[in-house]
């Protein structure tokens, strides 16, 4: 298996301090601005940066131990409050689908723009989950992550958006629904507006035309796709970086059909 053992067995991992946190903060002003260009993450001037950041990719290749692969899955998350455990691959609970027949090289990079290791709102990851083909199973962590921290979980992974610390900022690994329950005197509020970058990449082969057919079937992304623009100067900055960048829709986009929820291809 390539890459960072920890990676594999667990199905995440948090690298501390990669980014810098200036930087970091400086993209969180922007998005507070408003001031992101329609499409994917490397459509936008200054935070698309992060996409083919040289550190995030020289990570992200040591994980794949191959050339990472970037398709236009990304996106900048503003203010979510959402939970629910979830995973994000093709076949998400079908034990006998091609996404569970051996190692999945697709993952999911998450940079939190906010300090989630003393507030609420950071990651809750459910342990080797990766491994299973349902939601239920795996010891829940929740990753307090700090301003310059980079996160990495497989798309198979279960996880779930806004953990909760308590007060005195102690973080508590419990499911959605009883996070959500817990009053608001005992948690430790969100530091400001809750921001992240979410950025995939992933290994050339099988699973990687498998999960990009998945998404040519996703309303959403087909939309990110359709304003999708990929100056020069990223290009080069991919290319400086060692990041291979793919254009799913230069292949078209009109068929097959695409849908709003999760539906699972024909295998
Ligand atoms: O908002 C979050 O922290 C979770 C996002 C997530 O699960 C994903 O983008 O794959």
Redesign the pocket.
């Given at each position: 298996m390539p890459g960072e053992t920890e990676f594999w067995d667990n199905g995440y991992l948090v690298r501390r301090g990669v980014l810098e946190k200036d930087r970091i903060l400086g993209y969180r002003r922007q998005i507070l601005a408003n001031d992101l260009a329609p499409g994917d993450v490397l459509s936008s001037p200054g935070v698309g940066e992060l996409v083919t950041d040289p550190a995030v990719v020289s990570l992200v290749g040591d994980l794949l131990g191959e050339t990472p692969q970037y398709f236009g899955d990304s996106?900048v998350?503003i203010r979510?409050t959402?939970r629910g455990y979830?995973k994000?691959n093709a076949d998400r609970y079908d034990p006998s689908a091609p996404d569970w027949q051996n190692s999945y090289p697709i993952f999911?990079i998450?940079i939190?723009l906010q300090d989630h290791h003393r507030h609420s709102g950071?990651?809750n990851v459910r342990e080797r989950s990766h491994l299973v083909p349902n939601v239920r199973a795996g010891r829940t962590r929740y990753l307090g992550t700090e301003v310059g921290d980079v996160v990495a979980?497989n798309?198979r992974n279960t996880?779930?958006?806004?953990g909760v610390v308590i007060r005195p900022g102690i973080p508590l690994a419990v499911s959605p629904r009883v996070a959500g329950r817990l009053p608001g005197r005992v948690t430790c509020q969100p530091k400001g507006e809750?921001l992240?970058v979410?950025i995939t990449y992933g290994a050339s082969g099988a699973h990687l035309d498998r999960y990009i057919d998945y998404l040519r079937s996703r309303t959403y992304q087909r939309s990110i796709w359709r304003d999708c623009v990929w100056t020069p100067e990223a290009r080069n900055r991919a290319e400086a970086s060692g990041l291979d960048l793919l254009g799913p829709w230069s292949a078209g986009l009109a068929s097959p059909e695409s849908f709003d929820e999760y539906h699972q291809l024909s295998y």
């Amino acid at each position: 298996m390539p890459g960072e053992t920890e990676f594999w067995d667990n199905g995440y991992l948090v690298r501390r301090g990669v980014l810098e946190k200036d930087r970091i903060l400086g993209y969180r002003r922007q998005i507070l601005a408003n001031d992101l260009a329609p499409g994917d993450v490397l459509s936008s001037p200054g935070v698309g940066e992060l996409v083919t950041d040289p550190a995030v990719v020289s990570l992200v290749g040591d994980l794949l131990g191959e050339t990472p692969q970037y398709f236009g899955d990304s996106n900048v998350s503003i203010r979510s409050t959402g939970r629910g455990y979830h995973k994000d691959n093709a076949d998400r609970y079908d034990p006998s689908a091609p996404d569970w027949q051996n190692s999945y090289p697709i993952f999911r990079i998450g940079i939190y723009l906010q300090d989630h290791h003393r507030h609420s709102g950071g990651l809750n990851v459910r342990e080797r989950s990766h491994l299973v083909p349902n939601v239920r199973a795996g010891r829940t962590r929740y990753l307090g992550t700090e301003v310059g921290d980079v996160v990495a979980w497989n798309l198979r992974n279960t996880r779930s958006a806004n953990g909760v610390v308590i007060r005195p900022g102690i973080p508590l690994a419990v499911s959605p629904r009883v996070a959500g329950r817990l009053p608001g005197r005992v948690t430790c509020q969100p530091k400001g507006e809750r921001l992240a970058v979410f950025i995939t990449y992933g290994a050339s082969g099988a699973h990687l035309d498998r999960y990009i057919d998945y998404l040519r079937s996703r309303t959403y992304q087909r939309s990110i796709w359709r304003d999708c623009v990929w100056t020069p100067e990223a290009r080069n900055r991919a290319e400086a970086s060692g990041l291979d960048l793919l254009g799913p829709w230069s292949a078209g986009l009109a068929s097959p059909e695409s849908f709003d929820e999760y539906h699972q291809l024909s295998y």
